[in-house]
C-alpha cells in the first residue's frame, strides 16, 4: 500500500488567497494534489492544520552544525544529531559546510561524503559546501590556516576524489595564483565555485566571474568593503545580473540597513539567505568550542573570543524572518530565499523548493507566529525525540 497522507485546512503560503484553507494530499513522498478533498476520502494517515501555514521544506546551503554537532567531528552520530536537530527547526534539506584538515586526512569528508542523501532520521544533506582551501588567508575569518592552501598540483584531484559528486560547491577566491584553472575544472565537475574569503580587487572579481563564478558567499564578510576610489568586488557584484549572493541576515554579520540595501540591489530572486550555524544552533546561550577555540553563542551570534563572528546559532527560519522584518518584504519573498532560491541553485528546483504536484513531500507547516509546527520529510512527518 502507498503511504499516503492527507494534510487538512492548511494555509498555503504563496497562494492568490492565502487566507483561504485547502488540503495537500501526499503519496510516495511526492505531493500528489493540492485542492480541497472530500471528508469520504481515506487515507492512511490525516493532519488537521486547523488554519496553518504551510511552506516548503527549508533548504540551508551554508551551515555547519547543530545541536552540539559539527561536521568536523567526522562521525555518523554529529550527522545524525545534525540532521533531527535541523529538522526540529524546519530545515528539510542542507549541503554539509565544512573546511578541509589535511592534516587528519580529510576523514570528516569521508564519514560525510557516505551519509549524502541518506536517511539520518531528519533533514537529508543535499551535498557537501568546502570553504577553501584555495581561499585568501588575509580573509580567512574563522577558518584556520591549516585548512588553506594554494593550488598545485592534483589538489582539486585529491578533494574531488573523496567527495565524488557529493562536492556541490566551493567557495574560492579567484585572485590567488592558480585559481582560474581551479574555477574552470570546478564548473566542468559541476560544483559551483562561489566567490569569498577573498581580497580580490574589482578587476580581479569581474575576471573570476568572467570564468563562470556566478554565487557570492556570505556577502560583505571576509571580502574588501566599498571604497569611492577602489570599488572592490562588491561593485562587479552589484552590476551583474546574474550573481546570486548568500545574506546572512541576522542583523549583526550584517547591518539591516545593509540587508535591505542588498534586496533592493539585487532583487528578491538572487537574495539566498543562509546561517553559517554552527553547533550551538538549537541550544541555548552559552560557551562552547568550535575547531578548537572557545566561542560564545549569544542572541543568535557565535563569535570566538577575541570578536571574530563564527556563523550564527538561528534557524534559518529566523533568519527569513528578520529578513522580511529588514527589508518589509512579504513572506513569500522572504520563504522563497530559503526555498526555491535555494533549490534553484543547485539545479533541484524539479523536486524541491515549492509547494506543486509532483514534487518531494518536504513541507513545514508553522503557526501563525510563524514558528515550527510540524516537520515533513519525503511525505514522512518528523518526530522530535
Same mark, same amino acid.
Given at each position: ?56 521544506? $527549508? ?5 555547519? /552544525? ?100 557529493? *562536492? ?57 568593503? $566599498? ?26 554579520? *550584517? ?97 524541491? /523548493? ?32
Amino acid at each position: 500500500m502507498k503511504n499516503q497522507l492527507l494534510i487538512r485546512n492548511c494555509k498555503l503560503y504563496d497562494s492568490e488567497n492565502p487566507t483561504m484553507p485547502t488540503d495537500v494530499s501526499i503519496s510516495d513522498g511526492r505531493i500528489v494534489a493540492i485542492g480541497n478533498t472530500s471528508e469520504n476520502e481515506i487515507y492512511q494517515h490525516e493532519i488537521d492544520a486547523d488554519g496553518r501555514i504551510m511552506i516548503p521544506g $527549508l533548504i540551508d546551503i551554508h551551515i555547519q /552544525g547543530a545541536g552540539g554537532a559539527d561536521i568536523l567531528d567526522g562521525t555518523e552520530d554529529a550527522l545524525t544529531t545534525m540532521s533531527r536537530t535541523l529538522a526540529r527547526l524546519g530545515i528539510t534539506g542542507f549541503l554539509a559546510t565544512t573546511v578541509v584538515k589535511p592534516t587528519e586526512k580529510n576523514r570528516h569528508l569521508r564519514v560525510v561524503t557516505e551519509k549524502v542523501g541518506k536517511d539520518l532520521g531528519g533533514a537529508t544533506i543535499l551535498g557537501i559546501h568546502l570553504e577553501g582551501p584555495f581561499i585568501n588567508p588575509v580573509k580567512c575569518g574563522g577558518i584556520s590556516i591549516q585548512s588553506i592552501y594554494p593550488p598545485k598540483d592534483n589538489s582539486l584531484e585529491e578533494i574531488l576524489e573523496i567527495t565524488g559528486e557529493t *562536492l556541490k560547491m566551493m567557495t574560492i577566491a579567484p585572485e590567488i595564483a592558480g585559481n582560474h584553472a581551479i574555477i574552470r575544472k570546478l564548473i566542468n565537475a559541476n560544483v559551483i565555485p562561489s566567490f569569498g574569503h577573498s581580497n580580490a580587487n574589482y578587476e580581479e572579481a569581474r575576471a573570476g566571474f568572467g570564468l563562470g563564478i556566478n554565487h557570492v558567499t556570505h556577502i560583505f564578510n571576509a571580502m574588501p568593503s $566599498l571604497h569611492h576610489r577602489f570599488p572592490g568586488p562588491l561593485t562587479a557584484i552589484f552590476e551583474s545580473e546574474t550573481i546570486t549572493a548568500q545574506i546572512i541576515s541576522d542583523g549583526v554579520h *550584517l547591518h539591516p540597513g545593509i540587508i535591505g540595501m542588498l534586496y533592493r540591489i539585487l532583487g528578491k530572486e538572487r537574495c539566498i539567505c543562509i546561517t553559517d550555524g554552527i553547533q550551538a544552533m538549537g541550544l541555548p546561550d552559552g560557551r562552547y568550542v568550535y575547531n578548537g577555540k572557545e566561542y560564545d553563542s549569544k542572541d543568535g551570534a557565535a563569535a570566538y573570543l577575541d570578536g571574530t563572528l563564527i556563523g550564527t546559532s538561528l534557524s534559518v527560519l529566523e533568519i527569513a524572518k528578520r529578513f522580511m522584518r529588514f527589508t518589509n518584504c512579504d513572506l513569500k519573498t522572504a520563504i522563497n530565499t530559503v526555498t526555491i532560491q535555494a533549490a534553484k541553485l543547485l539545479g533541484i528546483d524539479k523536486w524541491k /523548493g515549492s509547494l506543486e504536484t509532483g514534487k518531494d513531500a518536504d513541507l513545514v507547516l508553522i503557526n501563525p507566529d510563524l514558528s515550527v509546527w510540524k516537520t515533513i520529510i519525503g511525505g514522512k512527518v518528523f518526530i522530535p525525540s
